[in-house]
C-alpha cells in the first residue's frame, strides 16, 4: 500500500510564496515521477510540476521561472518551492505518484492541499 502525506499549503499574498512537501511510503520501487497537480474551483486537474527518476523535470507554462520542483530520492519526498505566487494559483494541489509495474502505470494520490493566495 502507497501513501502519499502532503504538508505546507496556507493562506499567502500575492507576491509571496510557500513551500509544499510530499512524502511516500509503502512499496515502492522504481519509481518514475513524482509531481504536483492542483484543481481550482470549476476547472480540471492540471500538471504543476514532476520530476523524474533521473532528475527530469517538466513545469506547466504558467509556473515556468517561478515555481521549483526537487526531490530527496533517500526520504522519497518531493518538494515545491512557489514563489512569486499569484491569485490565479489559488487551488488545491495535489502530490501524484506515477510509478511503473507490471507493464502499466500506476497512479497514486495525495489527499490535497489548500493553497490560497489573496490579500
Known amino acids: 500500500q502507497v501513501q502519499l502525506v502532503e504538508s505546507g499549503g496556507g493562506l499567502v499574498q500575492p507576491g509571496g510564496s510557500l513551500r509544499l512537501s510530499c512524502a511516500a511510503s509503502?512499496?515502492?520501487?522504481?519509481?518514475?515521477?513524482m509531481g504536483w497537480y492542483r484543481q481550482a474551483p470549476g476547472k480540471q486537474r492540471e500538471l504543476v510540476a514532476r520530476?523524474?527518476?533521473?532528475?527530469?523535470?517538466n513545469y506547466a507554462d504558467s509556473t515556468k521561472g517561478r515555481f521549483t520542483i526537487s526531490r530527496d530520492v533517500a526520504k522519497n519526498t518531493v518538494y515545491l518551492q512557489m514563489n512569486s505566487l499569484k491569485p490565479d494559483d489559488t487551488a488545491v494541489y495535489y502530490c501524484?505518484?506515477?510509478?511503473?509495474?507490471?507493464?502499466?502505470?500506476?497512479?497514486?494520490w495525495g489527499q490535497g492541499t489548500q493553497v490560497t493566495v489573496s490579500s
Open positions: 520530476i523524474s527518476s533521473g532528475g527530469t523535470t
Open positions: 509503502g512499496s515502492i520501487f522504481n519509481i518514475n515521477f
Open positions: 501524484n505518484l506515477a510509478l511503473y509495474r507490471a507493464g502499466t502505470w500506476l497512479d497514486y
